[in-house]
Protein backbone atom coordinates (compact mmCIF):
# COMPACT_ATOMS: atom_id res chain seq x y z
CA UNK A 1 0.00 0.00 0.00
CA UNK A 2 0.98 3.50 -0.43
CA UNK A 3 2.08 6.08 2.43
CA UNK A 4 1.12 9.40 1.98
CA UNK A 5 3.65 12.29 2.33
CA UNK A 6 2.68 15.28 4.35
CA UNK A 7 4.68 18.35 5.12
CA UNK A 8 5.31 19.56 8.49
CA UNK A 9 4.19 22.83 7.99
CA UNK A 10 0.51 20.92 6.66
CA UNK A 11 0.32 20.22 10.69
CA UNK A 12 1.97 23.84 12.18
CA UNK A 13 -0.17 25.75 9.42
CA UNK A 14 -3.35 23.54 9.75
CA UNK A 15 -3.59 21.77 12.91
CA UNK A 16 -6.98 20.71 13.41
CA UNK A 17 -7.06 19.86 9.68
CA UNK A 18 -4.15 17.71 9.19
CA UNK A 19 -5.71 16.11 12.84
CA UNK A 20 -9.05 15.00 11.23
CA UNK A 21 -6.93 13.94 7.49
CA UNK A 22 -4.31 11.57 10.06
CA UNK A 23 -7.58 10.02 12.15
CA UNK A 24 -8.83 8.97 8.51
CA UNK A 25 -5.44 7.47 7.61
CA UNK A 26 -5.14 6.04 10.90
CA UNK A 27 -9.02 4.96 10.73
CA UNK A 28 -7.96 2.97 7.15
CA UNK A 29 -4.77 1.57 8.15
CA UNK A 30 -3.12 4.20 5.35
CA UNK A 31 0.83 4.64 6.29
CA UNK A 32 2.00 8.72 6.13
CA UNK A 33 5.75 10.01 6.43
CA UNK A 34 5.55 13.99 7.67
CA UNK A 35 8.88 15.96 5.30
CA UNK A 36 10.22 18.14 7.53
CA UNK A 37 12.26 21.17 5.61
CA UNK A 38 9.79 21.99 2.83
CA UNK A 39 9.07 25.50 2.28
CA UNK A 40 5.52 25.13 1.61
CA UNK A 41 2.56 23.07 2.23
CA UNK A 42 1.92 21.52 -1.30
CA UNK A 43 4.01 18.33 -1.66
CA UNK A 44 2.60 17.41 -4.93
CA UNK A 45 4.19 19.91 -6.79
CA UNK A 46 7.81 19.71 -5.98
CA UNK A 47 8.13 15.85 -4.78
CA UNK A 48 8.84 13.14 -7.43
CA UNK A 49 5.99 11.13 -9.10
CA UNK A 50 5.70 7.52 -7.44
CA UNK A 51 5.15 4.71 -10.47
CA UNK A 52 3.11 1.79 -9.58
CA UNK A 53 6.01 -0.45 -9.45
CA UNK A 54 7.13 2.49 -6.70
CA UNK A 55 9.88 3.65 -8.87
CA UNK A 56 10.76 7.56 -8.08
CA UNK A 57 10.91 10.00 -10.71
CA UNK A 58 12.21 13.99 -9.99
CA UNK A 59 11.62 16.60 -12.57
CA UNK A 60 12.60 20.19 -12.13
CA UNK A 61 10.81 22.56 -10.22
CA UNK A 62 11.15 25.85 -10.95
CA UNK A 63 7.62 26.93 -12.08
CA UNK A 64 6.99 30.68 -13.88
CA UNK A 65 4.42 31.72 -10.83
CA UNK A 66 7.50 31.20 -8.39
CA UNK A 67 10.27 33.25 -10.29
CA UNK A 68 10.14 36.36 -8.35
CA UNK A 69 12.88 36.52 -6.05
CA UNK A 70 10.14 37.30 -3.22
CA UNK A 71 9.13 34.07 -3.75
CA UNK A 72 12.94 32.28 -3.52
CA UNK A 73 11.89 31.03 0.13
CA UNK A 74 8.78 29.23 -0.69
CA UNK A 75 10.75 26.54 -3.38
CA UNK A 76 11.68 23.77 -1.96
CA UNK A 77 14.42 22.35 -3.77
CA UNK A 78 15.17 18.30 -3.27
CA UNK A 79 17.61 15.40 -3.80
CA UNK A 80 17.05 14.66 -7.71
CA UNK A 81 16.46 10.54 -8.05
CA UNK A 82 18.23 8.59 -10.23
CA UNK A 83 15.31 8.40 -12.83
CA UNK A 84 15.10 12.11 -13.36
CA UNK A 85 13.06 14.47 -16.06
CA UNK A 86 15.29 16.90 -17.03
CA UNK A 87 12.31 19.23 -17.81
CA UNK A 88 9.99 22.02 -15.69
CA UNK A 89 7.47 20.37 -14.21
CA UNK A 90 4.80 20.88 -11.11
CA UNK A 91 3.94 17.23 -9.96
CA UNK A 92 -0.19 18.77 -9.73
CA UNK A 93 0.49 18.80 -13.65
CA UNK A 94 0.69 14.88 -13.73
CA UNK A 95 -2.37 12.73 -13.21
CA UNK A 96 -1.46 8.40 -14.17
CA UNK A 97 -3.14 5.94 -14.13
CA UNK A 98 -1.56 3.00 -14.90
CA UNK A 99 0.69 3.53 -18.04
CA UNK A 100 -1.84 6.56 -18.96
CA UNK A 101 -1.28 10.02 -17.60
CA UNK A 102 -3.02 13.90 -18.07
CA UNK A 103 -0.91 17.30 -18.48
CA UNK A 104 -1.96 20.56 -19.24
CA UNK A 105 -0.38 22.16 -22.15
CA UNK A 106 1.50 24.33 -19.46
CA UNK A 107 4.48 22.56 -19.69
CA UNK A 108 5.09 22.77 -23.38
CA UNK A 109 5.27 26.72 -22.04
CA UNK A 110 7.74 26.23 -19.79
CA UNK A 111 10.20 23.83 -21.73
CA UNK A 112 10.26 26.20 -24.72
CA UNK A 113 13.78 24.49 -25.87
CA UNK A 114 12.16 21.28 -26.56
CA UNK A 115 9.52 20.72 -28.99
CA UNK A 116 6.34 19.41 -28.01
CA UNK A 117 6.93 15.93 -29.43
CA UNK A 118 10.33 15.82 -27.66
CA UNK A 119 8.60 16.75 -24.28
CA UNK A 120 6.50 14.30 -24.53
CA UNK A 121 8.15 11.61 -25.58
CA UNK A 122 10.82 12.61 -22.49
CA UNK A 123 8.14 12.44 -19.73
CA UNK A 124 6.25 9.30 -21.32
CA UNK A 125 9.71 7.12 -21.74
CA UNK A 126 11.05 8.65 -17.89
CA UNK A 127 7.41 7.57 -16.59
CA UNK A 128 6.66 4.43 -18.35
CA UNK A 129 3.92 5.57 -20.02
CA UNK A 130 1.72 4.31 -22.97
CA UNK A 131 -0.38 7.70 -24.07
CA UNK A 132 0.29 10.86 -22.22
CA UNK A 133 -2.73 13.08 -22.75
CA UNK A 134 -2.37 17.05 -22.80
CA UNK A 135 -5.45 18.97 -22.27
CA UNK A 136 -5.66 22.75 -22.44
CA UNK A 137 -4.71 24.78 -19.32
CA UNK A 138 -8.00 27.22 -17.99
CA UNK A 139 -6.92 30.72 -19.36
CA UNK A 140 -6.58 32.46 -16.18
CA UNK A 141 -5.22 29.79 -14.26
CA UNK A 142 -1.20 30.60 -13.27
CA UNK A 143 -0.57 27.11 -12.33
CA UNK A 144 -2.04 25.07 -15.10
CA UNK A 145 -2.58 21.84 -12.88
CA UNK A 146 -4.52 18.93 -14.42
CA UNK A 147 -4.65 17.44 -10.79
CA UNK A 148 -7.92 20.49 -10.35
CA UNK A 149 -9.42 19.30 -13.77
CA UNK A 150 -9.35 15.51 -14.96
CA UNK A 151 -9.33 12.30 -12.47
CA UNK A 152 -8.94 9.07 -13.65
CA UNK A 153 -11.98 6.31 -12.95
CA UNK A 154 -10.62 3.17 -14.81
CA UNK A 155 -7.68 3.25 -17.75
CA UNK A 156 -10.76 4.03 -20.06
CA UNK A 157 -12.56 6.70 -18.33
CA UNK A 158 -11.96 9.88 -16.58
CA UNK A 159 -14.32 12.30 -14.92
CA UNK A 160 -13.69 15.82 -15.06
CA UNK A 161 -14.98 18.88 -13.84
CA UNK A 162 -17.62 20.48 -15.59
CA UNK A 163 -16.26 24.30 -17.03
CA UNK A 164 -19.60 24.85 -19.06
CA UNK A 165 -20.90 27.32 -16.61
CA UNK A 166 -18.00 29.56 -16.91
CA UNK A 167 -17.23 29.01 -20.42
CA UNK A 168 -18.59 26.49 -23.29
CA UNK A 169 -15.96 27.35 -25.49
CA UNK A 170 -12.82 26.07 -23.16
CA UNK A 171 -15.57 23.04 -21.66
CA UNK A 172 -15.92 22.36 -25.54
CA UNK A 173 -11.69 22.33 -25.95
CA UNK A 174 -11.40 20.30 -22.63
CA UNK A 175 -13.84 17.49 -24.07
CA UNK A 176 -12.17 17.19 -27.70
CA UNK A 177 -8.54 17.05 -26.02
CA UNK A 178 -10.07 13.61 -24.15
CA UNK A 179 -11.99 12.28 -26.86
CA UNK A 180 -9.32 12.05 -29.48
CA UNK A 181 -7.50 9.56 -26.73
CA UNK A 182 -11.16 7.46 -26.69
CA UNK A 183 -11.66 8.20 -23.37
CA UNK A 184 -15.13 8.08 -21.54
CA UNK A 185 -16.02 11.48 -19.58
CA UNK A 186 -18.22 11.89 -16.93
CA UNK A 187 -18.54 15.24 -15.88
CA UNK A 188 -18.61 16.43 -11.89
CA UNK A 189 -21.89 19.01 -12.13
CA UNK A 190 -22.36 21.84 -10.41
CA UNK A 191 -25.20 23.75 -9.08
CA UNK A 192 -25.51 27.78 -10.49
CA UNK A 193 -25.10 29.55 -6.76
CA UNK A 194 -21.69 27.22 -6.07
CA UNK A 195 -19.13 29.60 -8.23
CA UNK A 196 -19.23 33.21 -6.07
CA UNK A 197 -16.02 35.85 -6.25
CA UNK A 198 -14.71 33.85 -2.29
CA UNK A 199 -15.62 30.03 -4.16
CA UNK A 200 -13.60 30.39 -8.00
CA UNK A 201 -13.25 26.19 -8.36
CA UNK A 202 -14.30 23.14 -7.33
CA UNK A 203 -11.99 21.07 -5.76
CA UNK A 204 -13.56 18.10 -4.96
CA UNK A 205 -11.74 16.17 -7.62
CA UNK A 206 -8.82 16.90 -5.77
CA UNK A 207 -9.28 13.65 -3.99
CA UNK A 208 -6.82 10.87 -3.01
CA UNK A 209 -7.32 7.81 -3.80
CA UNK A 210 -5.77 4.59 -1.71
CA UNK A 211 -7.00 1.19 -3.05
CA UNK A 212 -10.65 1.54 -2.33
CA UNK A 213 -10.60 4.45 0.04
CA UNK A 214 -11.45 7.90 -1.31
CA UNK A 215 -11.04 10.96 1.00
CA UNK A 216 -12.49 14.15 -0.66
CA UNK A 217 -11.90 17.93 0.08
CA UNK A 218 -15.47 19.59 0.98
CA UNK A 219 -16.44 22.78 1.99
CA UNK A 220 -18.85 22.54 4.53
CA UNK A 221 -21.63 24.12 2.41
CA UNK A 222 -24.76 22.20 1.10
CA UNK A 223 -23.25 21.70 -2.25
CA UNK A 224 -20.87 18.67 -1.14
CA UNK A 225 -23.60 16.79 -1.03
CA UNK A 226 -24.66 16.57 -4.27
CA UNK A 227 -20.79 16.23 -4.90
CA UNK A 228 -20.37 13.24 -2.76
CA UNK A 229 -23.51 11.49 -4.14
CA UNK A 230 -21.70 12.09 -7.85
CA UNK A 231 -18.42 10.69 -6.53
CA UNK A 232 -19.79 7.50 -4.94
CA UNK A 233 -21.92 7.14 -8.11
CA UNK A 234 -18.41 6.90 -10.46
CA UNK A 235 -16.69 5.37 -7.29
CA UNK A 236 -18.99 2.64 -6.57
CA UNK A 237 -16.58 0.28 -4.77
CA UNK A 238 -14.95 3.02 -2.77
CA UNK A 239 -15.42 4.18 0.85
CA UNK A 240 -15.58 7.85 0.52
CA UNK A 241 -14.21 9.91 3.49
CA UNK A 242 -14.82 13.64 3.09
CA UNK A 243 -12.97 16.41 5.34
CA UNK A 244 -13.69 20.11 5.44
CA UNK A 245 -10.63 21.27 3.95
CA UNK A 246 -12.22 24.69 3.18
CA UNK A 247 -9.48 27.12 4.34
CA UNK A 248 -6.91 25.27 2.45
CA UNK A 249 -8.98 25.59 -0.59
CA UNK A 250 -9.12 29.75 -0.52
CA UNK A 251 -5.30 29.53 -1.04
CA UNK A 252 -5.53 27.95 -4.13
CA UNK A 253 -5.28 23.99 -3.81
CA UNK A 254 -6.99 20.95 -1.84
CA UNK A 255 -6.23 17.49 -1.12
CA UNK A 256 -3.87 16.28 -3.59
CA UNK A 257 -2.32 19.31 -3.81
CA UNK A 258 -1.01 18.91 -0.11
CA UNK A 259 0.06 15.11 -0.46
CA UNK A 260 2.12 12.82 -2.35
CA UNK A 261 2.69 9.01 -2.31
CA UNK A 262 5.43 5.99 -2.01
CA UNK A 263 5.74 2.78 -1.86
CA UNK A 264 6.90 0.81 0.70
CA UNK A 265 10.27 2.27 3.44
Keep these: MKTIRLSKLLFDNYPKKSQNLVEILNKHNISYEILENTKDIWTRDFMPFCLDDGTLVSYIYEPDYLQNDEYKNIRTKIVYEKN ?4 VIDGGNFVRYKNK ?7 FKENPSKTKDEIIEIIKTKCNLEDLIIIPKQPYDIYGHS ?53 NWGAYLNFIKIENILIVP ?3 INEDILALEQLQNIYKNCIIEPINFDSIIKNGGALHCVSSEKIGV
Design 218 to 220: VYG
Design 101 to 107: AIMTDKV
Design 84 to 87: HVDL
Design 147 to 199: DSMVRWIDENSVFINDFSIESKTFNDKLLKSLQKHNLNIQAMKYTNSFFTKDR
